[in-house]
């Protein structure tokens, strides 16, 4: 049987923790429902499908690459390294990686870009989901390690009151320092919040 594996991402714009990217293998015999872009979806449709596909998948994998990756490699390799790991992480090999977006990672598998492929192909649907459920809990971690900066809200996106606490509080070892408001925040400048 040829095995059709979807990677997506998801994390690459928040200021703060690391970016996540997930890999899927659908069954063709049990497709599943209600599978879509995970942005599309509520927290809670997210959640639902994140259990359904895990019990169904033929096979998944999550993965990431940490803050500090992030800050060496930047932000596209690091995303790439995220879903490199994912793949490789797979119990099963796939025949084929479908990758959302318009580039894929160094795989030895063949592997095709797809824009918006999250909103078209279910195995990169699938991926989206994972992905997005698995960078939320780990911002909802983030929120008891470090109160008062709002992750459980902002999951880590540059918001204005993510910025405020951030300019009042100053960056965690969770925040990304090669992005400018956390580097502004270190010192090196003053936020306009207008």
Same mark, same amino acid.
């Given at each position: 049987m040829d095995y059709i594996c979807g990677v997506d991402e998801a994390g690459r714009g928040p200021l703060a923790g690391a970016v996540y990217a997930a890999a899927v293998i659908l069954p063709q015999s049990h497709p599943i429902v209600g599978l879509n872009d995970s942005k599309k979806l509520t927290a809670r449709q997210r959640e639902r499908l994140f259990d359904e596909i895990r019990m169904h998948a033929v096979a998944w994998a999550v993965a990431s690459a940490s803050v500090a990756e992030i800050d060496i490699l930047n932000i596209l390799w690091a995303t790439m390294l995220a879903m490199k790991r994912a793949v490789e992480a797979l119990p099963v090999m796939p025949q084929e990686v479908l990758v959302d977006g318009n580039r894929t990672p160094d795989l030895v598998i063949p592997a095709r870009a797809i824009v918006q492929g999250d909103a078209t192909v279910p195995a990169i649907s699938a991926a989206s989901i994972l992905a997005k459920v698995s960078r939320d809990r780990e911002a909802e971690r983030l929120e008891q390690e470090y109160p008062g900066y709002g992750f459980a809200r902002h999951k880590g996106y540059p918001t204005p009151q993510h910025l405020e606490a951030l300019s009042r509080l100053g960056p965690t070892?969770?925040?990304? !320092?090669?992005?400018?408001?956390?580097?502004?925040?270190?010192?090196?400048? !003053?936020?306009?919040?207008?």
């Amino acid at each position: 049987m040829d095995y059709i594996c979807g990677v997506d991402e998801a994390g690459r714009g928040p200021l703060a923790g690391a970016v996540y990217a997930a890999a899927v293998i659908l069954p063709q015999s049990h497709p599943i429902v209600g599978l879509n872009d995970s942005k599309k979806l509520t927290a809670r449709q997210r959640e639902r499908l994140f259990d359904e596909i895990r019990m169904h998948a033929v096979a998944w994998a999550v993965a990431s690459a940490s803050v500090a990756e992030i800050d060496i490699l930047n932000i596209l390799w690091a995303t790439m390294l995220a879903m490199k790991r994912a793949v490789e992480a797979l119990p099963v090999m796939p025949q084929e990686v479908l990758v959302d977006g318009n580039r894929t990672p160094d795989l030895v598998i063949p592997a095709r870009a797809i824009v918006q492929g999250d909103a078209t192909v279910p195995a990169i649907s699938a991926a989206s989901i994972l992905a997005k459920v698995s960078r939320d809990r780990e911002a909802e971690r983030l929120e008891q390690e470090y109160p008062g900066y709002g992750f459980a809200r902002h999951k880590g996106y540059p918001t204005p009151q993510h910025l405020e606490a951030l300019s009042r509080l100053g960056p965690t070892p969770a925040h990304r !320092q090669s992005f400018a408001p956390v580097r502004l925040a270190m010192g090196q400048g !003053q936020f306009c919040l207008t």
